[in-house]
C-alpha cells in the first residue's frame, strides 16, 4: 500500500493516527522505531536544526530537502509541514507537485499570511483571507496526481483569536475547498477549544490536534471524541536539546567523557540506526562477485 493511502487511511481509520515531529532522517527513524504510524515532518523542528526562526526564513526548498531526506529514511508515511504554501497558488502548485514526486504522503498548509510566524511565539499572528486560502486548496488538490495525496487546511482561527464560530466557517470552507483533512490548532493549556471545535463541527473531514500546550490528553481520549490524528509536533527536538545540553555541560566541566560514558548511546546503536549492517553485507558480496568475475577473465 503506498504511503499516501496509509496515511489517508489512518487519518479515516477508527483510532487516532499518531505522528511525531522530525527535523532529520535520524530523528524520523526514532520516531518510527518508537511505534508512531507517521511522521510529521515538522516546520518548527527543521528551522530550529538550523537555528533560525520558524518563520518562513527557510526557503521552500530548504524545507523540501529535510522533508524528503525525513520520507527516505522511513517506511512510515510523512506529512510535510508546508506553513502558508510558500506564497500563492503558482508556489502551492509547484509545492505540491515537488513534494509528491518526493516520497511525502501529504501536505499540510495553514491558514496564515506570509511570512507566517510559529503559533506560540508572541506577536501577530495574522489570518489569511478565507476565499485565498481555499484557493490555495483547491490549487493543491489539482496540482497533485492520483487520489491518495493528502492536503490538510490547517485553521489558526484560535491561535488569532478569532474564536470558534470563524473557526468553524473556515472548516466549512476549507472542506468545500477540497481539503482532505482539517488541523485545528489552539495555544490554550486545556483542550477546551479543540474540543468544542470536534463537537460543533459537522463535516465529513478528519480533524488534527497538535497538543503541544495541553500535554495532558490521551491519544485514547482523542479517539473517543472522534479525532483522526494527533502530532506531538516538537518533544523529540526538545528531548534531544536537554540531552545534549546537560551531557555537554557534564563533559565540559568534568575535562573528560568518563561519568556520560554509560549513559549516552553507544556507538553499536548509532551504527544500527545508519545500517551499517546492510553496507557491510553489500560490500561482501561485491567482495566475492569480484573474485568470481576475476576467475572468469
Ligand atoms: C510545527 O511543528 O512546525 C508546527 C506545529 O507547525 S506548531 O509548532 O505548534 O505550530
Ligand atoms: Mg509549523
Known sequence: MSKSRTLRDGLNGSEVIRLVGAHSALSAKLGQD??????????????????????????????????????????????????????????????????????????CIEDKQFPKLN???????????????????TAAKEARTGEDFVVVARIEAFIAGAGLDEALRR???????????????SKLSTPEEVFAFRAAYTGALPVIVVPTTYPQVTAAELT???????????????????????????IGAAGSTH???????????????????????????????TAQYAALG
Open 34 to 107: 518508537a511505534g508512531f504510524e507517521a511522521i510529521w515532518a515538522s516546520g518548527l523542528e527543521i528551522s530550529a536544526s538550523r537555528a533560525l526562526p520558524d518563520a518562513n526564513v527557510l526557503s521552500m526548498a530548504e524545507c523540501l530537502e529535510a522533508a524528503a531526506q525525513i520520507a527516505d529514511a522511513v517506511d512510515v508515511p510523512v506529512l510535510a509541514d508546508c506553513d502558508s504554501g510558500f506564497g500563492g497558488v503558482g508556489n502551492v502548485a509547484h509545492m505540491v507537485r515537488s513534494y509528491q514526486a518526493r516520497g511525502l504522503a501529504g501536505v
Open 119 to 137: 503559533s506560540f511565539v508572541e506577536g501577530h499572528q495574522d489570518l489569511a483571507p478565507i476565499g485565498d486560502f481555499a484557493a490555495k486548496i
Open 171 to 185: 472548516a466549512t470552507v476549507y472542506e468545500a475547498a477540497g481539503a482532505d483533512a482539517l488541523l485545528i490548532h
Open 224 to 250: 473517543e471524541r472522534r479525532f483522526g490524528g494527533v502530532i506531538y509536533a516538537n518533544q523529540g527536538l526538545r528531548a534531544a536539546i536537554s540531552a545534549m545540553r546537560d551531557v555537554l555541560g557534564q
Open 259 to 289: 561519568a556520560v560514558e554509560g549513559s549516552i548511546a553507544t556507538l553499536k546503536d548509532v551504527f544500527a540506526l545508519q545500517n551499517v549492517d546492510a553496507l557491510l553485507a553489500r560490500q561482501e558480496r561485491h567482495d566475492a562477485l
